[in-house]
């Protein structure tokens, strides 16, 4: 299966003391909406069993301590702190692994993790489509090919080509009209003619005003390895 998953992470301003063992989860039914611009692709965070450690721009109480950073797994969850651990059995649950030491009893509270997905997550595989790019414009028009499907394109994946800045997104897709929304400007042409390359995504964003600020993940463009 793709993966767009956002998980949201923290609200700031909130004195949290609690021991993980004692909160209280639930969850709910909502529209799925992206995160659109404003983002940041973590490039170097896409590749297998990747890692990468992201600033928060406040103080998140987790299980009695307080971290700045967290860090993203390109398999479907984050831990607090600056290192993420991963590794065949070791961080993601897989056929032969039922478990893994996120979530393993034999390790609970030692790597401070919330997962989302959990799972020995791999990238799909790149593919291309058409579009014409103007300077200046995070719009691509006239957007076409076989794989220019909306099971197949879709916001939070990389995008590069020519005049494409790195670390570039996709915001949205409106395949009816033919377009695309990047998270940068084209850097060059005059409604030209593009090859675009699209990819794995890990889109990381903070939102909100103090003290309610959220940190949201994304990953798009992630299967099952097995």
Avoid: H
């Avoid at 209280?24 to 590749?47: D, K, L, V």
């Avoid at 299980?63 to 967290?70: D, E, I, L, P, W």
């Avoid at 831990?79 to 070791?90: I, Y």
């Avoid at 990238?123 to 790019?133: D, H, M, P, S």
């Amino acid at each position: 299966f793709k993966t767009a998953i956002l998980l949201i992470l923290a609200i700031s301003g909130l004195n949290l003391e609690a021991q993980v063992s004692s909160y209280t989860f639930t969850q709910s039914a909502s529209t799925y909406t992206p995160i659109g611009s404003g983002g940041t692709r973590q490039t170097s965070a896409e590749g297998d069993e990747g890692g990468v450690a992201v600033s928060l721009p406040f103080t998140f109480n987790f299980n009695g301590t307080g971290y700045t950073s967290v860090a993203a797994s390109t398999n479907g969850f984050i831990q607090m702190g600056t290192a993420v651990v991963n590794g065949a059995g070791a961080a993601y649950v897989s056929a032969s692994n039922s478990n893994g030491q996120i979530i393993s009893s034999a390790t609970a509270g030692t790597f401070n993790a919330i997962a989302a997905l959990n799972y020995d997550l791999t990238n799909i595989a790149t593919f291309t489509v058409t579009g014409n790019r103007t300077s200046g414009s995070t719009s691509l028009a006239g957007c076409a090919g076989a794989n220019f499907t909306a099971t197949k394109v879709r916001p939070g994946m990389g995008v590069s080509g020519t005049g494409i800045p790195a670390g570039t997104y996709i915001t949205s897709v409106n395949i009816g009209l033919g377009t695309i929304a990047l998270s940068a400007a084209a850097t060059s042409g005059t409604g030209t003619s593009t090859t675009l390359t699209i990819s794995t995504g890990l889109v990381t964003t903070t939102t909100g005003v103090s003290p309610n600020r959220v940190f949201t993940v994304q990953w798009s463009g992630r299967k099952r390895y097995n």
